[in-house]
Structures are given as C-alpha cells and as structure tokens.
C-alpha cells in the first residue's frame, strides 16, 4: 500500500483498547447471580483462563498472519488456508455482525454511562425521524458517526487520536484500581477470595463454560492488529509484539478490576448491572463525585470504538478488492482510509444499535467469533503440514500445546451454547446463507 502506515504503538494500544470495552464493565454483573459461577475465586480463574486463551489464539494467529501477509483477519486467512467461500463467510459475518455488532454494544455502553453525567433517567425517550428513541441509543448513535468522521480523516490524524484516546482510558483505569485503597469513607463487600469447595465445582461445571462467552467477548479484539497487517511499519517486528504484549497487558488489568469490583461492592450490588464501573465508583467516592466518573469513563470507552472503526473497515476493504459487488468499499482516499468501508460499518452499526438489544448481541458475536476464531487456529496445523512459505517468518510460540489449548476451549464454550440454547446456531446460520448466497452472484 501507499500511503501512511500505523506504527507500532498505534498497533498495540489498537489491540488494547479493542479488548478494554463494555465486557469487563458488564461481564461480572452476569457472572454473580446464582445460575452462574457466583463465587469470588472462580471468577478470577475464568478471567486468568480468558487471558490464557487469548495469548494462546494470539500465538497462533501471528505464525497465520506471518503465512498470509495480508490485512482483513480471518477473511483473509481463511480464504487463503480453506476455501474463498470460508474466508467470505468470515468476512460477511465480520462486517453484518462482528465489529458492527460490537460497535454497537459499545455505543450503547456509552450512552449508559453519559446518562448520570447530563442528569437524565434511563426511561428519557427522544424522537428521532419515525420512531422513539432511548437517550442513550441517541448518544450511542452520536459516538459512533463521531468515531466515524475521525478515521475518515486519515490514517494519521486516526492513529494519533487512538494513541491519545487509549492512554486516557489507560489513566482512568489505574485510578477506578487505585482509589478504592487510598479512599476509606465506604463500606467493602468484605468477600473472601481464598478458595473453597465450592470452587472447584463451580469450575468443572457447564455454567463456567457459559459465562467464558461473556469472558472472551471481554477478550475479542487480541487479534485486532492482524486486520490491518498490511497497514503496519516493519510488520514482522510490530505484529507479533503488539498481539502478544497488549494480551498480557489486558489479562493484568481484568484481573486487578475484577478483584476491585468484588472488594467494593457486594455480589447483589453488582447482580445484573450493565455499569460495573458507576456501581463501584458510586460507592466508594459518592454519588456526586461519581458522576464526574461515569461522563469520563463514556468518554474513555471511545478508544475501543475507536480501535475496532480502524479494524472493521478493513476487512470490508479486503472484500471490496476481491469481489466486484463490493468494490466501492475498497476505495481509499489520499491519505490511505477506506472512506466507503467505514461509511459501510458505521451505517450497520447504527442500525442495530436502534433496533436491538446489548444481551443479544454479545451471546450472537460469542458465538459467531469463536468459530471462525477456532478455524483460523487450527490454520497453524495446515500450515505445517503443507509446508507453506512463512513470509515474516513468524512462529506459533508452545506449537502445538498452545493452539490445541485455544481448539478445545473454543469446542467446549460453542457445545454449552449448542447444548443449551440450539436456537442461536439457527441464527447463525441464518445469518451465514445470505452470505452464500452473496458468495456466487458476486463470483459470477
């Protein structure tokens, strides 16, 4: 490509914010109540396990990405290692679902945690053209069409403002971990972490490998940098550096807010709450004080909407250079931005942010990710069997414990979900037939 490239702190605070989004701040709330995995220990096990399992996927895709040399993630990887239809596929689910979904979520993550900050009650309806809109689905659609301008800007302006943005939410971070201990004017849950028997079952149980899903939802975005591989300074260096580096930096910090939450509040304080961080922040600083919190925080979760508007948009572009019923997407301004692709997401995005609800998209994108996610691991396998070139030269680390660790978790969460609720593959597949379909008319 000519043009501006991202350079390696880009690539990793890319891969970071991406991960620090709406899961950690909402994961735990669903993780406390009763048919869950309601024990203190258990949880930062699933969360240490989560940070396990991304390093290991993030392994993987580096010797994947390193075989490959192209941007767009799984699109490319799978058309590549499987079959053009395969990587399609992946990249139809990533641009309808994926990072439009997870875009979504996110923006209505915001508007949750704006809400205390202008004063007004989640039940604050707006209308907006034909129907009636919540207030914090119109500050969701806000964020995003903001999100969406600032990359459209270039890839420059669009990386520099991710570096600043990721570092103020990095800040905000060290602080929600740090004030609890230097601040004493509340009351902590007094909740005992040391390990009980109730542990150990807790662990071995079906409804641990559920609420991974919500783990790894918290954990999607490790590979994030893969999606704009050709867009990176000196790749071989900045990939694998970023994938692996920004994965251990997250997992540190899940684990220490994890343990915060539940040193603050108790577990019916945070039972079903969508705004951990208000909840816990509320309590140990006070309601006014807390405000002040909660309108940073929105704005800090901008970094991740921000990192995946970098990344989705170049999955469409990978798209639009392959296939001719796509190409508008492919094109790209001066300054090296997929103007139409990020035109494309954002409008996705929007739409689902208006017509559907957070819980739903988080369990469909669970489920749809780690599919594609576990086909791409398994591409390590094919890789060395076949013998094919490794243009960077870069390796699976622990190949082959490591990626087989990453297959047999991801196995095991999509038999929960396919146990428990065979309904949502239905909708996958639902959602994969256009894509089909789409497939063969675009070929022809």
């Not at 799984?74 to 689910?93: A, C, N, Q, R, T």
Request: aromatic content about 14%; some cysteine.
């Amino acid at each position: 490509m000519i043009g501006e490239k991202y350079s390696k702190a880009v690539a990793t605070n890319m891969v970071i914010a991406n991960m620090i989004g709406t899961g950690i701040f909402t994961a735990i709330g669903y993780q406390v109540m009763n048919d869950a995995i309601p024990d203190p220990s258990t949880i930062l096990v699933i969360w240490l396990v989560g940070g396990v399992f991304s390093l290991c996927g993030a392994f993987a895709y580096s010797e994947v990405a390193s075989c490959v040399n192209r941007s767009g993630g799984e699109y490319s990887f799978l058309s590549e290692l499987y079959h053009p239809l395969l990587g399609f596929l992946s990249g139809w689910i990533s641009m309808v679902v994926g990072f439009s979904a997870a875009i979504a979520a996110l923006g209505l993550a915001i508007g949750e945690y704006f809400l205390p900050l202008i004063g007004l009650p989640r039940t604050c309806v707006v209308s907006f053209f034909w129907t009636e809109l919540p207030i914090q689905k119109l500050v969701a659609l806000s964020a995003i069409i903001i999100i969406a301008l600032v990359h459209i800007k270039g890839v420059k302006f669009g990386g520099v403002f991710q570096n600043y943005i990721t570092a103020f939410k990095l800040i905000l971070i060290g602080l929600i971990i740090v004030i609890p201990f230097i601040y004493f004017g509340y009351e902590p849950s007094n909740i005992s972490f040391i390990p009980t028997e109730r542990t150990s079952d807790t662990i071995l149980s079906s409804a641990f490998a559920g609420s991974l899903v919500w783990v790894m939802f918290s954990y999607s975005g490790w590979n994030a940098s893969t999606y704009i591989l050709g867009n990176l300074e000196n790749p071989k260096k900045t990939l694998p550096f970023s994938l692996i580096f920004g994965t251990l930096v997250v997992t540190v910090i899940y684990l220490l807010l994890n343990f915060v939450f539940m040193y603050v509040a108790t577990f019916e304080e945070l039972e079903g709450q969508l705004d951990v961080g208000n909840i816990v922040m509320q309590k140990v600083l006070g309601e006014n004080a807390a405000v002040i919190v909660s309108g940073t925080f929105s704005f800090a979760l901008l970094s991740g909407l921000s990192a995946m508007m970098i990344a989705g948009p170049r999955v469409a572009e990978e798209i639009g250079k392959d296939f001719r019923l796509f190409k508008l997407l492919s094109k790209q301004n001066s300054k090296g931005t997929p103007v139409a692709a990020i035109i494309f997401l954002a409008s996705i995005s929007c739409f689902l942010v208006i017509f559907s609800s957070f819980k739903e998209m988080i369990e469909y994108i669970g489920i749809t990710l780690t599919i594609f996610s576990l086909l791409t691991v398994f591409g390590v396998f094919i890789i060395r069997k076949k013998r094919i070139k490794n243009v960077l030269g870069i390796k699976c680390l622990g190949y082959p414990f490591t990626p087989l660790l990453f297959i047999v978790l991801s196995l095991w969460m999509l038999y929960y979900f396919i146990s428990q609720d065979p309904v949502k593959i239905i909708w996958c597949l639902i959602t994969i037939v256009p894509g089909i379909v789409i497939y063969y008319r675009s070929k022809r």
